[in-house]
C-alpha cells in the first residue's frame, strides 16, 4: 500500500506506435478469469499475513508450492526481520537463453496489514502467479525473476534487504524492475484504466529509461487487453529501493483507488475480477516484451536457422545469406523501441540502413521468431 498520495500526470498514448504480436497474443488469451479468481480465494482464505503470523507462513509456502507445481527449479528464500519478526522473500528465477545473466524482476508484496489484503496485494500476488503459470516454458532472452517481497506494509523492508543484501553486493544486471500492487481496482466502479508508474525522483540517472520502459507498457496494454492506461510518477512501493541505487523501474497501480485497503474489508467482494484479470493479461504481455520472449521455431521455421547477415558493423547496406521469401522485418533499438518495420511482399536479400542513427540495434525477422544484434555506423 502507498502511503502518500500525488496527482497524476496523465497524458494520451498512442498504441499505434507499437505493433500486436501474434505470439504474445496467443499467450496472453491463456490467462483465465477463473483462474485468477481460485488463486485469489485461496490468498485471501489464509486471512491477516502480518509478518511473522502463521497466515504468513503459511501464504509463503503456497506460494512456494505453486512454482515448484509450475516445474521452477531456481526458487530461493530470503529471511528478512521485521521489527523482530521474521518474513521471507520467495525469489524464483527463470533463466534467459541470450542474456542468462540480465534480469527482468516481477514483483509484488504479500504480507497484508489488518485484513486479508485481497487488494492490497493479493491482485499482485495472484497477477505474478499467473504470469509464472503461462511463461514458463516459453524461452526469453532475458533472464526473469518473479519476487514476493515480505515488509512491504512495514516499510518496504523486504525489498530493501534484497537491495542490500542480494542486488548490490552481487552486483546484479537488472534491466527493469515491474512491481504490481494494488491493481484490483473497486467494485461496482467503472474501471477501464491501468496507472502506469515511472520514476520521477532522484537520482535521475535512471529516470529516462524508466520512461522508455513505462511508454512502453502502456502502449502494449491496449493491444493485449481492454484497459486504457495513464502514466503517474511511481513511490512508496517495492521498486523504490531499487530505483535509489539507480535500477529502471516501471509499474501498476489501479485507477480506481480502493477505500478498504489495511481492512478487514479488502475482500473479492469489495474488487472488480474481471478489471484484474485484464491486468494479468497486460502485465504477461509486458513481461513477454521486456524479456524478448520467442516462439520456438518449427521444422519449417528451422529453414532459416543458418541465415547470416554481413557487413557487422554495417554502415549502409545489410546483406542476408540467403533469399528471404517474403519476410517481416523489424529493427528494434537498444531500448526497445521499433525504429523500422517493413511486411515484404517480394523476396529479399539486403535492406538498407542508412536512415539508422549509429548504435546497437536488433533485427528481427518473422515476428521475432529470429533476431541478430547489429551495430549500425
Sequence with gaps: MKYIFLPLFVFSINAAAQELNPFYQSVVE??????????????????????????????????KS???????????????NVYGNIGYNLIVTKIGKKY????????????????????DNGSGTVTLLEIARLIKDIET????????????????????????????????????????????????????TIVCEQDESNPTSNNAISAELTNQMANIFPLY????????????SDYMPFQAVGYPITGLFE?????YAHTSQDII????????TEVAKGALATLLHFSQAQEKLNVKE??????????????????????LQQPIITIYNAAGKQVFHQKYQTTVSQINLEHLTSGIYFVNINASQYTFKILKK
Design 30 to 63: 491463456q490467462v483465465k478469469y477463473d483462474s485468477v479468481h481460485q488463486k485469489l480465494q485461496k490468498f485471501q482464505d489464509f486471512g491477516i499475513k502480518t509478518v511473522g503470523s502463521s497466515a504468513h507462513n503459511n501464504t509463503f509456502t503456497w506460494l
Design 66 to 80: 505453486y512454482y515448484t507445481t509450475y516445474g521452477y527449479t531456481n526458487i530461493e528464500q530470503q529471511s528478512v
Design 100 to 119: 542468462p545473466e540480465e534480469f527482468i524482476i516481477i514483483d509484488g508484496h504479500y504480507d497484508t496489514l489488518n485484513g486479508p489484503g485481497a487488494n
Design 141 to 192: 532472452d532475458y533472464s526473469i525473476k518473479f519476487i514476493h517481497f515480505t515488509g512491504e506494509e512495514r516499510g518496504l523492508i523486504g525489498s530493501q534487504a534484497y537491495v542490500n543484501q542480494i542486488a548490490v553486493p552481487q552486483n546484479l544486471k537488472i534491466k527493469a524492475v515491474l512491481n504490481i500492487d494494488e491493481v484490483g481496482g473497486v467494485a461496482n466502479k467503472v474501471n477501464s
Design 225 to 236: 487487453t481492454t484497459l486504457k492506461t495513464e502514466i503517474s510518477n511511481a513511490y512508496s
Design 255 to 259: 485507477k480506481n483507488e480502493t477505500p
Design 269 to 276: 467482494d469489495n474488487l472488480d475480477l474481471n478489471y484484474l
Design 302 to 323: 528451422n529453414a532459416i536457422s543458418t541465415l547470416q547477415i554481413y557487413p557487422n558493423p554495417v554502415l549502409k547496406n545489410l546483406y542476408f545469406s540467403q533469399v
